[in-house]
């Protein structure tokens, strides 16, 4: 139990258009989500928390209007990155909670070009 | 504030011995949670352990166990008969309240055959 998907994998796109990612808990619902990027080689730096059906919580440094978080459902969140520059370029990695434990997507390496 | 450190960038063991990695937190909370999670080269983030700060008998999951020391504000991880598949990083993670993670800056361990 305590799957967590997310959609694409793996995408690449050119300067200047936006790009979405899906993160999806697939066996429970997860009123709180989280959304991580991570460089090599280093720890997860959280970016913001999504709570449903309520404005995302940004961590200091993260630009909202920048990365966009919509969870609208209890298995659904979105991280919509607009207007992507190729330092944009990451691996990004959501999570869902169940029980006071994150459980983690596949990750999505985002290339902008 | 809160702070995770795992002061062993990287750590190597030999097959089927054993090896500790080490935490030390920071947090002047009483209750609280702590975890242990593995990222392979997949980068795949997998709950390893976790522990209960009320819980005073240490968390085990087969091969893998905590050293709990709730006044010296340690967790240690023991993995033992350690095998190629845990080749990977690992994360120790703090928790309290508002579900956010504090994670440490990981180790990276690699078993050798």
Redesign the interface.
């Known amino acids: 139990g305590a799957v967590v998907s997310q959609h694409p994998s793996w995408v690449i796109c050119k300067s200047g258009t936006s790009v979405k990612i899906e993160c999806r808990s697939l066996d429970f619902q997860a009123t709180?989500m989280?959304w991580y990027r991570?460089f090599p080689k280093?720890?997860?730096m959280?970016m913001a928390?999504s709570n449903e059906g309520s404005k995302a919580t940004y961590e200091q440094g993260v630009e909202k209007d920048k990365f966009l978080i919509n969870h609208a459902s209890l298995t659904l969140s979105t991280l919509t990155v607009t207007s992507a520059h190729p330092e944009d370029s990451s691996?990004y990695?959501c999570?869902a909670?169940r029980a006071?434990?994150?459980?983690?997507g596949?990750?999505t390496r985002l290339t902008v070009l | 504030a809160q702070t995770v450190t795992q002061s062993q960038p990287e750590m190597s063991v030999q097959e089927a011995e054993t090896v500790t990695l080490s935490c030390t937190y920071d947090t002047s909370e009483s209750n609280y949670y702590l975890f242990w999670y593995k990222q392979p080269p997949s980068r795949q983030m997998i709950l390893v352990i976790r522990q209960e700060a009320y819980k005073q008998q240490n968390a085990t999951e087969n091969r893998f166990s905590v050293n709990f020391q709730k006044a010296a504000k340690s967790f240690s991880l023991k993995i033992s008969d350690s095998q190629l598949g845990d080749t990977a990083m690992y994360f120790c993670a703090f928790m309290k309240g508002t579900y956010k993670y504090i994670f440490g800056t990981g180790t990276r361990l690699k078993v050798l055959a």
């Open positions: 709180t989280f991570q280093q720890s997860l959280l928390t691996f990695i999570s909670d006071d434990t994150q459980y983690f596949p990750g």
